[in-house]
Structures are given as C-alpha cells and as structure tokens.
C-alpha cells in the first residue's frame, strides 16, 4: 500500500511569488493534516481536513496560506505570496476515520523562499 | 494539551538496548502516548503507540507505568541504521481533532 506522497519534494521560490504543494494521503484516510518546520523549529500543526471539510485549521499562520481539499482526496497549500519566514519544510499527514490518533507522516516539501 | 520532555540527545552502542524515558505530566484520562522516529530528510515515521502498561510490537516496546506521566521506548538491539531523532508525544482530543505536539524530540546516535 503506497503512503503518504507529497509533491514537489523541493521548492526554492522569490519572495512574493506563489507556491502550491500537493499531497495525496494514504486511501481510505478520512483524514488530512498539514503541519511545517521552520528552521531550528519545532513541528507545528497548521490545519485539519476531514473529508473535504477544515476541521481545525487553528494552526494557519495567516491569510497568505490556503489550503484545499477538493473532493475528499488530495490536498493542496498555497502559499501567495510567499515571504522568507515561510521557507521550512511542510509535512502531510493522513489517518484513517477508525483510527484518528495514528497519524502517517509523509517525506515532507522543502519550501526555500528567496 | 501535555507537553512532553524528553533528553536532547543519546549515545549508545550497536547491539546494545537503548530506553528512552519521556516526561508528560499534564497527560489526560483519554490521551493515547506515540512515539515517531525521523532520519534527515524524511517525514516522522510511526513507531508505536500506546495507553497504559506495555506495548511490544516488531521494532520496539513501549513501557508505560500505572500513573501515565512518563513512558519508555525500548529499542532492542540497536544498529548505526537507528540513528534518528526520536518524538514522544501526547496524543489529545481536542477540538474535533488529534493534533500532534511536537517537541524537540531525543538525537539518538549508533555508535560502532
């Protein structure tokens, strides 16, 4: 069974421009959470998706970030427009609705933004 | 939501069995405790989790005494391949949602 999988694993950016990571949870997960690492810093949760809904997305730093999940399958963040402080790597994770307290984390993305 | 703590780093040896002790004492009734390893670029990877008691499974046993406020990873027979960091967190209900803590997690280094 393939895992988590995140698309692109690297991105280096200019500052203002727009970046957009994909990921595709493990199928049959209900459940899609994104968090980031910012450099020397912990892992940090940003939002939760259930299905298609947001059912937590109290860990969104601001409005530049926006995330989607059309559908029920794959997920998407954008980040428009990016700035420097954003550069860090950004995890995927999924978990199935009958286990919600296991998350599988993906590869991650690193994020550079110049 | 508990915050754990756990040492900054660890050596040990191949062969040997490695514990790594983790302090959560603001742990709630329902909160599950789970433990991930990451290497270098590579996301958290699952390694067991658990309530109250002992967990075993394949890779490793997890100890968790009657009070809940710490836990043990046991990792038998480490190798240098097991040189990783590794996160112990407090898995809470809240919100609607299990939302992971990270903290800064132990470096364990496989010395030859």
């Known amino acids: 069974e393939a895992g988590v999988t995140q698309f692109p694993s690297h991105s280096v950016i200019e500052k203002g421009q727009t970046v957009t990571l994909r990921c595709d949870p493990i199928s049959g997960h209900d459940n899609l959470y994104w968090y980031r690492r910012v450099m020397g810093k912990e892992i940090k949760f940003l939002l939760h998706?259930?299905?298609?809904?947001?059912?937590?997305e109290s860990g969104m730093p601001n409005n530049r970030f926006l995330a989607e999940r059309t559908g029920g399958t794959y997920s998407t963040l954008k980040v428009q427009p990016a700035e420097l402080e954003d550069s860090g790597v950004y995890f995927c994770?999924?978990?199935?609705?009958?286990?919600?307290?296991?998350?599988?984390f993906g590869p991650g993305t690193r994020l550079l933004v110049l | 939501l508990a915050k754990t703590t756990q040492p900054v780093s660890m050596d040990s040896y191949e062969g040997q069995e490695v514990n790594i002790t983790c302090s959560h004492n603001?742990?709630?009734?329902?909160?599950?405790i789970t433990w991930y390893q990451q290497f270098p670029s590579q996301g958290p990877r699952f390694i067991i989790q658990?309530?109250?008691t002992k967990v075993t499974n394949e890779v490793a046993s997890l100890f968790i005494p009657a009070d809940r406020k710490s836990s043990t990873l046991s990792l038998p027979r480490v190798s240098l391949s097991d040189t990783a960091v590794y996160y112990c967190?407090?898995?809470?209900?809240?919100?609607?949602?299990?939302?992971?803590?990270f903290g800064t997690g132990t470096r364990l280094k496989v010395l030859a």
């Open positions: 994770a999924s978990s199935p609705p009958e286990a919600q307290e296991t998350q599988y």
């Open positions: 603001n742990i709630a009734t329902n909160d599950y």
């Open positions: 967190l407090v898995v809470a209900w809240t919100s609607g949602t299990y939302k992971y803590i």
């Open positions: 658990g309530y109250k």
């Open positions: 998706f259930v299905k298609e809904s947001k059912q937590d």
